[in-house]
């Protein structure tokens, strides 16, 4: 499942949950992508639990709080 929210830029980012790193279930995450602007480099918020909690999180939550977690995503590296 993905979801799309817009920033105050006005870029589209499409929002999707993963696994950690390495594909350990650990320290799972959303990822935000950019689909307007392909030079902006992707942004992640972790979440605690694994790859199922971050889908339950990506599904509830609502447009305002999706981006108040992509306020509070850090660069992916």
């Known amino acids: 499942m993905a979801r799309t929210i817009v920033d105050d830029d006005l870029r589209s980012w499409e929002a ?4 950690g790193r390495y594909g350990f279930a650990p ?9 307007t602007d392909p030079d ?3 942004r992640a918020y972790v979440v605690r639990g694994d790859k199922s909690d971050a889908e339950s999180l990506l599904a509830g939550a609502s447009r305002a709080e999706l981006t108040e977690l992509f306020a509070g995503a850090a660069p992916l590296e």
């Open 27 to 35: 320290g799972s995450r959303l990822i935000f992508s950019c689909t």
């Open 40 to 42: 902006e480099r992707p």
């Open 16 to 19: 999707f949950a993963s696994t």
